[in-house]
């Protein structure tokens, strides 16, 4: 390995970003630093109810405004739904006929300045009809007639994923210990300190500019044809340097669609800047997730088999719900031998903002139950959680149980290092009889009160049912997640302690949002005879370092600086296509990209010089 | 659809006041309305869009400046009140064109990752080094406590200003 190191200039060096110096003098332009001549100003007119139906909206006394150059609603766009995934296609820029959430969009307002407009959403009249609000799991599913989308697996279900590899009960019935275990993962919102923001111009010659704060401009850029009915060639998508991302913008929104319509009809360019009160609306976070899961076990801690339930709060519309349900299930087996596998998922849709993807997408709620339940089992079975995991470690080059492709994997190593570097043999002293009222209310014989739940793909018992609540012996009793009684947090002063646990998520993003067999990245490297090299690819630099990469590999390559090699990103005109920034993709896409780019140039470079000499 | 281009009723609008402001060391005369943030002038007024604004509510400090230098909250400051005093924003830390030593080592050691927070990061470091020009770890965390990095690279953000003080301490 350390001979390796050798063979780079560059790569394995500490550099600066090769954005760095703007970023610390305040050069960087970030979207809602574009100022242009005669922009004027946009603001979205959001709903105050969770649910409910639009009879008639009046902008009347908006228009009337002055300052104010265009009010729009759901009327004055083309009649698209929408979605980042094609088989979601659920969301309206401006809502027309209902509203599914606070803070849906139902009209937009151009004017001279920002508080014009907003003063002018004041003015819009919307006549709404309350419909009841479905705010969770278990009220969705109580109350199939109330329907917060008319499509999907079933009422208020979005979507509902079946997978089995091998025969788990077989696997369950040999086990020495099952372990049977209910959690609840709360959910929570990516929260970039940037607002998302965009500025739109529609050209005297019918073709659109849009600058935004995105991490996936090519996404954007199909779907703003199809939403705005246009074509493609006459858009242009270009992402700013965005101020934080972590999968919250990833999704095309309402305010850049309502920025491009208003430019189209003002003649102006158009900016509107999110409050950080509509970037919660916004969301696409983490879901919150209820989790069944069961789980066989030898004496000695090797796992014989699992069978994992989720149920996903989705919120009110789709958005990337249908990949975030199978993320909650796929991942979980690759960092421990896991030989038979069963997982079930159902996403559910309430009249909340929509969750989505973020850091990690789908994968955290199910670790968490997973490595808890490793230690409840490691706990009864009297094991040390640091050398149950060692044990139990997927070996390199195998594939797993649902047949994802581990390669290398130093896990184990891993788990050794930490071990040793946390200290964790002095400082880790056994189990101990815990104080179960402060640490895990509801553990003894509380009885889950969650929801009846639909049975997802092939029906077996859930943790609504009787068969899982009175299984008794070394199985685990269920934890309830909301238990209004609980103790935790009226625990004395803060204490200190050390714990075990083990994640893993994948890399590279195999499959493009709509499936084709196109590149997923590309890149054009041109030398020019200043010396030069410009390099152009799609990618958005999110504060990940994707600009930097794309300077890094050309020039290890080519045998320049970093500083010798000009980044031109994220520009759906002029730069190939790159599907975005999201799921760890960037540095293997666009990097392997790059580097064939400079081989090549490399090769023409060299050929071009052997003639001559 | 589209509103008649009336002329904008300057009577309804919020009367405007003329403000004399010293910005970056440079004297700036603006004319704004009264209720409007120092955040505000300084992006939109006078260009000066190294400024963020992040929370708009005085909880992320990504809108810090320099008064007098010591930080503000601009989103929370009023122009009005501070005519006659100076403010310092990102674009003018570099002086004499070159880095300030607090923006060379955020550069160097990769502190700055998104960038958003980095500008009211370096302005809060800067009025910790003015005061306390060697500062421990800990008054480094103390005098950060009241900026967020959402891409969580603290742990770099700090190693920047214990080697900005390092490098400013054998420049003296």
Redesign the interface.
């Known amino acids: 390995m350390s001979e390796a190191k050798h063979d780079f200039t560059l790569i394995g060096r500490p550099l600066p970003k090769v954005d760095a110096w703007a970023k610390v003098t305040g050069e960087t332009r970030y979207a809602d630093d574009l100022v242009l001549p005669r922009m004027a100003h946009a603001k979205l007119l959001r709903s105050p109810h969770p649910h409910a139906r639009i009879r008639r909206i009046d902008t009347t006394r908006a228009r009337a405004l002055p300052g104010v150059f265009a009010v729009i609603t759901g009327e004055d766009l083309p009649p698209v739904k929408f979605g980042i995934l094609p088989v979601s296609q659920d969301e309206e820029a401006l809502c027309r006929d209902k509203v599914r959430m606070v803070g849906d969009a139902v009209a937009a307002v151009a004017a001279v300045d920002e508080e014009t407009a907003e003063q002018a959403t004041e003015l819009i009249d919307v006549d709404y009809e309350p419909l009841p609000a479905l705010m969770s799991i278990e009220e969705s599913l109580a109350h199939p007639e109330v329907r917060i989308h008319e499509y999907g697996d079933g009422p208020n279900v979005h979507k509902i994923v079946g997978l089995q590899f091998g025969d788990v009960e077989a696997a369950l019935a040999r086990a020495d210990l099952v372990r049977e275990d209910v959690f609840f993962y709360e959910g929570n919102t990516h929260l970039p300190m940037e607002q998302h923001a965009a500025v739109a111009q529609w050209g005297a010659d019918g073709k659109l500019t849009l600058w935004s704060s995105t991490q996936t401009p090519h996404y954007v850029h199909r779907l703003l044809a199809r939403i705005l009915d246009m074509p493609a060639a006459h858009i242009r998508v270009i992402a700013t340097p965005v101020g934080g991302g972590f999968g919250g913008k990833l999704d095309p929104f309402a305010h850049e669609i309502a920025a491009c319509k208003l430019s189209q009809l003002t003649g102006r360019p158009v900016k509107i800047t999110l409050t950080r009160e509509e970037v919660f609306y916004v969301h696409r976070g983490r879901h919150p997730v209820l989790m069944w899961m069961k789980t066989g076990f030898t004496r000695d801690g090797d796992i014989t088999g699992c069978h994992l339930k989720t149920w996903l709060d989705g919120g009110a519309y789709g958005s990337y719900g249908v990949a975030s349900v199978f993320y909650t299930g796929v991942v979980n087996p690759v960092t421990y031998k896991i030989p038979a596998y069963r997982f079930e998922g159902a996403r559910i849709f309430t009249n909340k903002p929509p969750c989505g993807p973020k850091r990690g997408h789908g994968t955290p709620q199910p670790r968490f139950a997973l490595e808890c339940q490793l230690d409840k089992a490691a706990e009864q079975l009297g094991l040390d959680p640091a050398d149950m995991r060692r044990r139990i470690v997927a070996d390199p080059f195998t594939k797993t149980a649902n047949h994802l492709t581990i390669t290398t994997i130093g896990l184990a190593e891993c788990i050794d290092k930490v071990v040793d570097a946390s200290g964790w043999r002095s400082k880790w002293r056994g189990w101990v009889a815990l104080d179960k009222t402060v640490v895990a209310p509801g553990v003894n014989g509380e009885v889950w009160r969650g929801p009846r739940l639909p049975p997802p793909a092939s029906g077996s018992e859930g943790p609504g049912s009787s068969a899982s609540r009175e299984r008794g012996g070394l199985e685990g009793a269920a934890l309830a997640p909301s238990n209004k009684t609980s103790s935790i947090g009226t625990a004395s002063a803060s204490k200190r302690g050390i714990g075990f646990a083990c994640s893993a998520y994948m890399t590279g993003a195999g499959t493009a949002i709509y499936w084709n067999s196109m590149p997923h990245s590309g890149v054009v490297l041109r030398a020019d005879r200043s010396g030069g090299v410009a390099i152009l690819c799609g990618a958005t630099d999110i504060g990940q370092g994707s600009d930097s990469i794309l300077a890094y590999l050309p020039a290890e390559i080519l045998g320049l600086e970093p500083k010798d090699v000009h980044v031109h990103p994220a520009d759906t005109t002029l730069t190939p296509v790159d599907l975005g920034s999201y799921s760890s993709r960037v540095t293997l896409m666009c990097g392997m990209a790059a580097i064939q780019a400079a081989e090549r140039l490399k090769r023409v470079i060299a050929e071009a010089v052997a003639r001559k000499l | 659809?589209?509103?008649p281009?009336?002329?904008?009723?300057l009577a309804?609008?919020p009367p405007k006041t003329r403000l004399g402001l010293t910005i970056n060391g440079e004297a700036c005369e603006v004319l704004v309305p009264v209720h409007k943030t120092l955040l505000e002038v300084l992006?939109e007024d006078l260009?000066?869009?190294?400024?963020?604004?992040?929370?708009?509510?005085g909880e992320?400090g990504?809108c810090t400046v320099l008064v007098d230098g010591l930080p503000v909250l601009s989103c929370l400051a009023l122009p009005v009140e501070l005519q006659g005093r100076a403010v310092t924003?990102?674009?003018g830390?570099?002086r004499d064109g070159g880095?300030h030593p607090?923006?060379?080592a955020?550069?160097?050691l990769?502190a700055?990752?998104?960038?958003?927070?980095?500008?009211g990061i370096?302005l809060t470091a800067q009025a910790l080094l003015d005061e306390v020009p060697s500062p421990t770890r800990q008054q480094i965390k103390d005098a950060l406590a009241g900026n967020?990095?959402?891409?969580t690279g603290y742990t770099k953000i700090l190693d920047a200003v214990e080697l900005a003080a390092l490098r400013s301490g054998a420049r003296r």
């Open positions: 659809m589209l509103s281009g009336e002329p904008r009723d309804r609008r992006r260009g000066l869009t190294g400024t963020k604004h992040g929370c708009e509510l992320c990504t924003t990102v674009e830390m570099a880095l607090l923006q060379q955020f550069a160097e990769g700055a990752q998104c960038g958003y927070c980095t500008p370096l967020l990095c959402r891409c």
